[in-house]
């Protein structure tokens, strides 16, 4: 049965925000102080510097854990202590298993869950709820229809593309962009586009 590498998909996390930084920088600006791309970019190099200085034994949860508390300590931003808890409960929640489709569904189950927990944000409050929700919905369906698990992170990833984009029309409800009111609106939530990154990225973190 095929499972995500953690090491892998740090890695392609990694690639794929940095090559898309300005982007995400760039929405950061129209809603936010501009730093999400340089936030992020910073936090995921330091997780691959964590990751690869760690034990090769190391086992996948506590790999999450090692890169979690590292985006909590690297990044200053809210996205930091965010992804952060996020891989820290996903971590949690794998234990010494593989991440294989079942475990990859509680283990982004509980990365949401911890996510809310911190920033108590609902779906519609225009964040990275808004893609991590639907992402984690879908690849648990898919999961628990028998999918091979390539095409129920295909799946994940498309829900959390079609969540950020219905974050466009919304009025921020939480974060720095909450601040503008109104004028949040007509604007794609950065971390519901760095969500989408970090889902698809699992996609090209598979073995086995
Ligand atoms: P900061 O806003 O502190 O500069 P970033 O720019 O790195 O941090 O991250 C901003 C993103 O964090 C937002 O686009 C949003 O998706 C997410 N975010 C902010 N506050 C919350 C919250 N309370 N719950 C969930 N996500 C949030
Ligand atoms: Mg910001
Ligand atoms: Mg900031």
Same mark, same amino acid.
Do not use: C
């Given at each position: 049965?095929?499972?995500?590498?953690?090491?892998?998909?740090?890695?392609?996390?990694?690639?794929?925000?940095?090559?898309?930084?300005?982007?995400?920088?760039?929405?950061?600006?129209?809603? +936010? /102080?501009?730093?999400?791309?340089?936030? $992020? *970019?910073?936090?995921?190099? %330091?997780?691959?510097? =964590?990751?690869? #200085?760690? &034990?090769?034994?190391?086992?996948?949860?506590?790999?999450?854990?090692?890169?979690?508390?590292?985006?909590?300590?690297?990044?200053?931003?809210?996205?930091?202590?965010?992804?952060?808890?996020?891989?820290?409960?996903?971590?949690?929640?794998?234990?010494?298993?593989?991440?294989?489709?079942?475990?990859?569904?509680?283990?982004?189950?509980?990365?949401?869950?911890?996510?809310?927990?911190?920033?108590?944000?609902?779906? +519609? /409050?225009?964040?990275?709820?808004?893609? $991590? *929700?639907?992402?984690?919905? %879908?690849?648990?369906? =898919?999961?628990? #229809?028998? &999918?091979?698990?390539?095409?129920?992170?295909?799946?994940?990833?498309?829900?959390?593309?079609?969540?950020?984009?219905?974050?466009?029309?919304?009025?921020?409800?939480?974060?720095?962009?909450?601040?503008?009111?109104?004028?949040?609106?007509?604007?794609?939530?950065?971390?519901?586009?760095?969500?989408?990154?970090?889902?698809?990225?699992?996609?090209?973190?598979?073995?086995?």
């Amino acid at each position: 049965m095929s499972s995500v590498s953690v090491d892998a998909w740090m890695q392609e996390a990694s690639t794929v925000i940095t090559a898309n930084a300005e982007r995400l920088t760039e929405l950061d600006s129209a809603i +936010g /102080d501009g730093d999400h791309g340089t936030n $992020l *970019t910073r936090g995921f190099r %330091a997780v691959i510097e =964590a990751l690869a #200085a760690a &034990e090769d034994e190391l086992p996948p949860g506590r790999r999450l854990i090692l890169a979690g508390k590292t985006l909590v300590s690297k990044v200053g931003g809210a996205s930091g202590p965010l992804w952060g808890t996020a891989l820290r409960r996903a971590g949690r929640s794998v234990g010494d298993a593989a991440l294989d489709g079942p475990a990859l569904a509680d283990a982004l189950d509980a990365a949401l869950a911890g996510v809310v927990e911190l920033g108590s944000a609902e779906v +519609g /409050d225009k964040t990275m709820v808004d893609a $991590l *929700t639907p992402a984690t919905q %879908a690849l648990r369906t =898919a999961v628990e #229809a028998g &999918e091979p698990l390539a095409d129920a992170i295909t799946a994940a990833a498309d829900a959390a593309a079609e969540g950020a984009r219905s974050t466009v029309p919304l009025q921020a409800r939480k974060g720095r962009a909450s601040y503008l009111g109104e004028r949040s609106i007509g604007h794609e939530d950065p971390g519901a586009a760095s969500t989408v990154l970090i889902i698809t990225a699992l996609g090209r973190a598979l073995e086995g």
